[in-house]
Nanobody, 123 residues
């Protein structure tokens, strides 16, 4: 089974930046699309961004377009989420997840999940 471990979360002021990492182990990342999701207290888990297995296709939630950038380094078995111009409404636990084939914004479509990393945007 794939294991995914997120890192890079923390407390940041509005307008600041963070880079989240999703390190994948036990299997090669080459055949998996990776999605980033987030869940705020009292809210459902929502899709933030996804990158295809080849890295040639990405998508973003409207709420983060132009501020977040997803990328992957298959040689390092790691996917990144660069988050700029952070807002208080970005506060949530961020999860990465893996699935075969195409990206999806639907959490149940993913087979493997990390444990999450907390992102808090506050002054």
């Amino acid at each position: 089974q794939l294991q995914l471990v997120e890192s890079g979360g923390g407390l940041v002021q509005p307008g600041g930046s963070l880079r989240l990492s999703c390190a994948v182990s036990r299997f090669t990342l080459d055949y998996y699309s990776i999605g980033w999701f987030r869940q705020a207290p009292g809210k459902e888990r929502e899709g933030v961004s996804c990158i295809s297995s080849s890295g040639s296709w990405t998508n973003y939630a409207d709420s983060v377009k132009g501020r977040f950038t997803i990328s992957r380094d298959n040689a390092k078995n790691t996917v990144y989420l660069q988050m700029n111009s952070l807002k208080p409404e970005d506060t949530a636990i961020y999860y990465c997840a893996a699935k075969r084939s195409y990206c999806s914004a639907y959490p149940p479509a993913y087979d493997y999940w990390g444990q999450g990393t907390q992102v808090t945007v506050s002054s």
